[in-house]
């Protein structure tokens, strides 16, 4: 069956870095869109990021955009965000999760992965 | 950017009954591309409903969605303890694909 595991959250110093990874099985990873979602503590979801199967296509949202890169490794059926200048605010739960149909960027997010905490604080 | 804007907040209601949650956009969502999503305490969300009103596998029946212009309402009839959870609203169909803050379903 899918699984999506994601990896690599944990404390960081407000302007540090994080490299995150989502490792996912029991589909053909090259052929589906991948999405990273947030969730602060407490709070609702937030998109961050979505990247197309090939990774020609990438969206960020605002709020990241220019700090974060998402990125993908089809040979090894892996996601990957890399995280620059953390601020406070982007503490919560990063989860990774896939885009439901093959090759198209319009679909909802069918399966999710347990998520991995990042925790921006001096 | 479209946003979503759900209500109520929160609903509070006895097993047995039926729940109406409302998801509402700014804009139009093209080709209805609105999905909801159920979370559990601790738990990662799960797909309920896609394209306002189709099921995804495995959902219940008792789960079901509608659409009205920009209006989205997801009704879950014969409400179990298990439906305790905090329900999303997300359009998908243009980027950036955002999500409604959410509607905390209690069960009395």
């Known amino acids: 069956q899918v699984q999506l595991v994601e990896s690599g959250g944990g404390l960081v110093k407000p302007g540090g870095s994080l490299r995150l990874s989502c490792a996912a099985s029991g589909f053909p990873f090259s052929d589906y869109y991948m999405s990273w979602i947030r969730q602060a503590p407490g709070e609702g979801l937030a998109w961050i990021s979505y990247?197309?199967?090939?990774?020609?296509?990438?969206h960020y949202a605002d709020s990241v955009k220019g700090r974060f890169t998402i990125s993908r490794d089809n040979a090894k059926n892996s996601l990957y965000l890399e995280m620059n200048s953390l601020r406070a605010e982007d503490t919560g739960v990063y989860y990774c999760?896939?885009?439901?149909?093959?090759?198209?960027?319009?679909?909802?997010?069918?399966?999710w992965g347990q998520g991995t905490l990042v925790t921006v604080s001096s | 950017e479209i946003v979503l804007t759900q209500s109520p907040g929160t609903l509070s209601l006895s097993p047995g009954e039926r729940a109406t949650l409302s998801c509402r956009a700014s804009q139009s969502v093209s080709s209805s591309y609105l999905a909801w999503y159920q979370q559990k305490p601790g738990q990662a969300p799960r797909l309920l409903i896609y394209?306002?009103?189709s099921r995804a596998t495995g959902i219940p029946d008792r789960f079901s969605g509608s659409a009205s212009g920009t209006d989205f309402t997801l009704t879950i009839t014969r409400l179990e303890p298990e439906d305790i959870a905090v329900y999303y609203c997300?359009?998908?169909?243009?980027?950036?694909?955002?999500f409604g803050q959410g509607t905390k379903l209690e069960i009395k």
């Open positions: 990247i197309s199967n090939s990774g020609s296509t990438i």
């Open positions: 997300q359009q998908y169909g243009s980027s950036p694909y955002t």
């Open positions: 999760a896939r885009h439901a149909l093959r090759r198209i960027a319009a679909a909802p997010r069918d399966s």
């Open positions: 394209g306002a009103a």
